[in-house]
């Protein structure tokens, strides 16, 4: 016979530890963008900025997943934040790029990346990322 109390008490128990258990916590992020004036660029469409987790350079693209993006106005230098869960200290990249698709994510290959910039942050931490971008 099986008594109701004991399941609450597994529910209870299996709840607790699982959220013990959940190794990811929030790594604040805070990328500061300089814009450069760059007579010779014409391009349009809403420009991005985004954050990987990983590098991205521009040989091989990204090595992982877009977290997380904003948009920025070209020309306006200003500091933008970002809280990510992450269960591992890692690389993570700040790039802006210009929408061409016009849907609201990156499309590697397709969207003009205009800046990027990686440094390490550490699980729980914070993370400054200075970024130069031109337009």
Request: include cysteine; charged fraction near 20%.
């Amino acid at each position: 016979m099986k008594f109701p109390i004991n399941r609450k008490i597994r529910i209870a128990f299996t709840c607790t530890v699982m959220c013990l258990c959940s190794c990811e916590s929030l790594l604040d992020i805070e990328v500061g963008i300089l814009w450069q004036d760059d007579p010779f660029f014409s391009d349009t469409g809403t420009v991005y900025l985004g954050i990987l987790k990983g590098k991205w350079d521009s040989n091989t693209g990204f090595d992982n997943t877009v977290l997380d993006i904003s948009e920025v106005q070209p020309g306006m230098n200003e500091s933008c934040r970002f809280s990510v869960n992450t269960s591992k200290s890692d690389n993570f990249t700040a790039f802006i790029f210009i929408d061409i698709g016009d849907n609201g994510i990156y499309d590697d290959g397709y969207d003009t990346v205009l800046g990027y910039k990686y440094n390490y942050g550490e699980s729980g931490g914070n993370l400054e990322i200075s970024l130069s971008a031109y337009y």
